[in-house]
């Protein structure tokens, strides 16, 4: 099956007339690795890989946020991690930013608009297409010569839903998951999806260092969730609100239903539902 394909991920493909300024100078594809995220913590370790993509065909221990587990078959996804080291963006507006960019390359591949569910689901339809896990670490600088001088190092991994059919996602993932191709109808290349993702993904990273309003404004546009009562759990507890807002340090601001305006940070809630 997957000699026949021809959208097998080719770093030389993907590299050709890749307009990138920052993101992809390097880009390694692994035909079957653990996690793509834990091959990009060890490139991360030597500073001159800042902005090298790792990908791969297949993982074997892939990672989703809040510890669960991202499944993909063989060479039916995009799997990849981006190593950010010179990064002065925090870890709330870098999500925001990469939710942006992956659902824009997503918008453009497929027939249908895709939307972003906070903090960074990516949607198609009103089922999720692709996720990403934001994971990040303080190293030394080597050359510093500072025993104490550490620099921050951003892992943005990404994994994208292209070929799958609804028989061959997991059984309790069918009502609430997606792929481009279902979507569509019709089969995307993954060639092209990667060389878009590196290229949107640059682009927004560009303009967040520049002016963060820019992605709340577009991250407005693409939200599946503002303007709506939805319910979060926050800690172990729900709370019920309307979304009123997005704030890119504190995270989704939501006028609960008492009356109160709250703010809820990525990591340590989760959107339960749109109630309405
Ligand atoms: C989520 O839970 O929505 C985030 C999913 C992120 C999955 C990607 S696939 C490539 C990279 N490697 C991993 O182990 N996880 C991310």
Not at 79 to 103: H, P, Q
Not at 117 to 125: H, S, T
Not at 139 to 161: E, F, H, Q, T
Request: net charge positive; aromatic share 4%.
């Amino acid at each position: 099956m997957i000699g026949q394909r021809t959208d097998l991920l080719d770093p030389d493909k993907i590299k050709a007339n890749l307009n990138t300024k920052h993101i992809g100078g390097k880009i390694l594809v692994y035909h079957s690795t653990s996690s793509t995220n834990d091959i990009a913590a060890e490139y991360a370790k030597n500073k001159l890989n800042d902005g090298l993509v790792v990908f791969a065909e297949e993982q074997t221990a892939g990672r989703g946020r809040t510890g669960n587990k991202w499944f993909s078959g063989r060479a039916d996804s995009i799997l990849c991690s981006i190593v950010l080291i010179e990064n002065n963006i925090n870890a709330e507006l870098l999500s925001l930013t990469c939710a942006v960019a992956v659902a824009e390359t997503i918008g453009k591949a497929g027939k249908s608009r895709a939307k972003i569910k906070w903090p960074n689901d990516i949607m198609l339809n009103g089922k999720k297409v692709a996720g990403i896990l934001l994971e990040s670490k303080s190293l030394p600088i080597a050359d510093s010569g500072l025993r104490d001088l550490k620099s921050k190092i951003y892992i943005v991994g990404i994994g994208i839903n292209c070929h799958q059919k609804a028989e061959s996602l997991p059984a309790e993932l069918r009502k609430t998951a997606t792929s481009i191709d279902a979507e569509s109808h019709s089969i995307c290349d993954r060639v092209l999806l990667a060389k878009r993702l590196l290229s949107c993904i640059d682009h927004w990273i560009e303009a967040a260092r520049k002016n963060n309003r820019q992605i709340i404004d577009r991250w407005r546009e693409l939200s599946i969730q503002l303007g709506h009562r939805i319910s979060v759990l926050f800690n172990g507890n729900k709370f019920f609100g309307h979304c009123i807002g997005i704030d890119p340090e504190k995270g989704l601001i939501l006028r609960l239903d008492t009356g109160a305006v709250r703010m809820f940070d990525a990591a340590h809630t989760s959107v339960i539902k749109s109630t309405e």
